[in-house]
C-alpha cells in the first residue's frame, strides 16, 4: 500500500504547481512506487462536505506539502482558509514539523 502525500494551497494562485507536483511523484520511478498525491481538485463528487474529505485526507497522510504563494484562500465563518485548516490538522498530527 502507497503513503499519501497531501498537497495543501490556495488553488487559485498554484493550480499548475500542484498539477507538476503531483505528476513529478506519480511519475517518479521511485516516488511512485511507495506514494500517491492527493489533490482536492481531483476528488470525485462526494456526499460529504468538502472540508470533511480534506481533513481527512491530511488525518491519512504520511506527508503533508504547503505551497504557499500569494493567496490565503477563502475564509470561512470562523474566519480561516481551508489552507490553514489543512496545515493545523497536519501540526497536530506531527507531519508538518
Known sequence: MK????VSSAMK???EVRAAVRDFIRDDALL???FDVFLFED???SDHS???LYLHQVDQAAIYIGLFG????TEDEEGI???EREFDRA???HISD
Open 3 to 6: 503513503d499519501l502525500i497531501f
Open 13 to 15: 494562485d498554484t493550480l
Open 32 to 34: 511512485g512506487q511507495y
Open 43 to 45: 476528488s470525485p463528487a
Open 50 to 52: 468538502p472540508r470533511q
Open 70 to 73: 500569494n493567496e490565503y484562500g
Open 81 to 83: 482558509s481551508p489552507t
Open 91 to 93: 501540526t497536530h498530527h
